[in-house]
């Protein structure tokens, strides 16, 4: 029988950089088991592998994309429309009367603007203004080409005047088929794009269908106590130093961290196969590639100062039924940074397994690591891992 769940655990260390940064500019940070860690956010790790476009990049599987941004129905529906003609008059009165239909309940929540005491009207907009969204959307390509479509007509059958243009979509919006002739578009909720398919998309309008993640991604956080230092650089003023002045063009201080970071990602197979449309191969796809991707590919900051670029030293799956579960927990207490600070981990893990095993009973589960094999027995490559979580998506 296929797997429920895969579970995918991480340990990967990364000497002086900094990875996620606050509103203030310093490491992220979180609470846990009595000391401050540091963090990198699942926010950061999903676009990170969203946006890669290297090898066993999700780009590799050619499905269509997601759109996310507050430009989308500006960029893919207004610019086509005044390339074929259309007065951009006339193309954004169309781009903004469809995102209010699409998704007008997220519309509602833009901030009002005061003009001469009085709130500017929900969907309002100087002429020239672009069109864009209260917030980043998640629309997908099939989307945005179909409603680029139902403008064009639209436009066509409506004559030379926005008020009859928004009256001719507020018709064709209408109908009944409208929301079956979306969905038809593509499988599953591959209308929505592959990344909403894979990590979900909010939307509160009734036109455009809400998709749930069937990838979670939790906060990676380090196994021990935050270890953190202040930078203090600057930047030498080539030409002044050449005239013999000791002077800096720039002097800064920013905070580097270095540390060991526990991630965890937990695949729903069966929501993951029905956002594909029943695709069992094209999930397991999904499931080999990323586990490559939580593996190699790291986050971007400071990359020209601190090359912030690291493989991971263990990768562990999990396939099952059961609920799935973190092991964070076995770094509640913070792992010692003196000595080997792998070998405190995988010896911190390892203790953690057997509890678990000895309560729960042993998962289906194997493993690729650097100098794991006297804690956890033989591993694998990743590559062979890859294949054994794949395997068990189709099998």
Known sequence: MSARFIQIHT?????????NRDDAGF???MPFGGAVRT????????RHWRVYDGE????????????????SFERFLVEPLVKDGVSEELARAAGRKLVGICLGSEQKKEKAEK????????????????VKTA????IGRPELDYLLGLAREAISAAGKTPDKVEDEIEKRMKDKKLKENLKALMPGSLEAGLGAALFGRMVTGDVLARTDAAIHVAHAVTVHA???ESDYFSAIDDLIRDEGEAESGHINASELTSGLFYGYVVVDVNGLNENLGGDRNLAADVISKLVHMVATVSPGAKKGSTAPYAYSHFVLAESGKAQPRTLQNAFLEPVRTSGDLVENAYRALKGHFDDLDGMYGKTDRQYAGLRAAGHFGQGKTLAELADWTKSKVIE
Do not use: I, W
Not at 11 to 19: E, K, M
Not at 39 to 46: E, F, I, N, T
Not at 115 to 130: D, I, L, Q, S
Not at 135 to 138: C, E, K, P, S
């Open 56 to 71: 066993h990049s999700l780009a590799e599987l050619k499905q269509p994309e997601s759109v996310r941004s507050r430009v």
């Open 135 to 138: 917030q980043v959307t998640v």
């Open 226 to 228: 935050q270890l953190a």
């Open 11 to 19: 340990l990967t260390s990364y000497p002086a950089s900094l990875l």
């Open 27 to 29: 490491a992220k940070r």
């Open 39 to 46: 963090r990198v956010s699942s926010q950061c790790l999903k």
């Open 115 to 130: 003009k001469g005491g009085k709130k500017k009207e929900e969907g309002a907009a100087e002429a020239g203004e672009p």
